[in-house]
């Protein structure tokens, strides 16, 4: 069965600095990845996908993630965080017809 | 850009009730997924479905049913609402055949039964 990890509820960091949020993730075959962002009282929006290729995949609003095989893991990062980043994020595997895995969420929170 | 419309942001039914959550997406997407969000249990998949007329059953079912008639609108029934049944429920679509797709979600439905 497939599955994604979130291994932390919430992270914080001052504006300014790099963010990461941690996923991990155990699928069978090749992977295909997803991060998402959701905002208070809305649907979650598409950031980012790996499908193959560079391990090193950039998104909207200035995220990326690196893909990383032997950890199976996919991080989501950004060089510099905003306050307006402040958000839930959902790391994502895609299964088959479509479906996803979703992780839990992670609350970003991002302080002046 | 998709556009995935959820008919209600708010709504409140009472115990008992049947509720019609209704969902349309206008880019001519296969695939269609209800979930329900809730406080610390992330998103759990109700119902999905990847053609007109066709639906699976996800991890929670039980206490839903739903309806594709047409490929753009996929719609959630509460056959007889509880106040378990209280949560934020999210519509979703992607693009068939491919497992490279992303979902892509409304802004959700807030019900609460009373």
């Known amino acids: 069965a497939q599955s994604v990890a979130q291994p932390e509820d919430q992270v914080n960091v001052a504006e300014g600095n790099p963010l990461t949020v941690k996923c991990t993730y155990s699928v069978s075959g090749n992977p295909y990845l997803f991060w998402y962002v959701q905002y208070p009282n809305r649907g979650l929006q598409f950031l980012l996908k790996?499908?193959?290729?560079?391990?090193l995949v950039k998104g909207s609003y200035g995220f990326e993630a690196e893909f990383n095989k032997s950890q199976t893991s996919f991080h989501l990062k950004k060089p510099s965080a905003l306050v307006s980043d402040s958000a839930l994020y959902f790391c994502a595997a895609n299964t088959n017809a479509g479906k996803s895995t979703f992780g839990d969420g992670t609350t970003l929170t991002v302080k002046p | 850009d998709v556009k995935v419309t959820q008919s209600s942001r708010y709504l409140v039914k009472r115990t008992g009730e049947k509720v019609f959550l209704e969902c349309v997406q206008d880019?001519?997407?296969?695939?269609m997924f209800w979930y329900r969000q809730d406080p610390g249990l992330g998103l759990r998949l109700i119902y999905f479905s990847y053609d007109v007329k066709m639906k699976e059953k996800g991890d929670i079912p039980e206490g839903y049913s739903v309806s594709r008639e047409k490929k753009e609108r996929f719609s959630l029934i509460l056959e007889s609402a509880s106040t378990n049944q209280t949560s934020m429920y999210l519509c979703a679509s992607s693009g068939g055949g491919f497992d490279n797709q992303p979902q892509h979600f409304g802004d959700g439905t807030r019900l609460s039964i009373l």
């Open positions: 880019m001519d997407h296969e695939n």
């Open positions: 790996y499908i193959t290729g560079d391990n």
